[in-house]
Nanobody, 126 residues
């Protein structure tokens, strides 16, 4: 399994949009999940969203629900995180992660993911 690679971070103003990209090769896996987490300075890494391969379903943290959307591009072997109506509290390093599919509630835990990218910085100014 190749480590995921994130891109698309940057500095934006509140209310702006940004799209993050995760290149995650999981072709050899039967059932897998691709997740997005974020970590702000001085805080623990927290769940943002994930995508499950079996049914194409997604899950979102309450803090981003309605603003963020996760999607998949099979041809390009990528998973995207579209972030709209960004707020200063969204400022963090965003990480893409991959792991084996398991129960929905467990996929909100970072310990359920085995492969992590290096992260991409998202900064939202007021």
């Amino acid at each position: 399994q190749v480590q995921p690679v994130e891109s698309g971070g940057g500095l934006v103003q509140a209310g702006d949009s940004l799209r993050l990209s995760c290149e995650a090769s999981v072709r050899t896996l039967r059932n897998y999940v691709v997740g997005w987490f974020r970590q702000a300075p001085g805080k623990e890494r927290e769940f943002v969203a994930n995508f499950r391969s079996t049914d194409g379903s997604s899950d979102y943290a309450d803090s981003v629900k309605g603003r963020f959307t996760i999607s998949r591009d099979i041809a390009e072997n990528r998973v995207y995180l579209q972030m709209n109506s960004l707020k200063p509290e969204d400022t963090a390093v965003y990480y893409c992660a991959t792991g084996l599919l398991m129960r929905r509630e467990l996929l909100r835990r970072r310990s359920s993911y085995m492969y992590w990218g290096q992260g991409t910085q998202v900064t939202v100014s007021a």
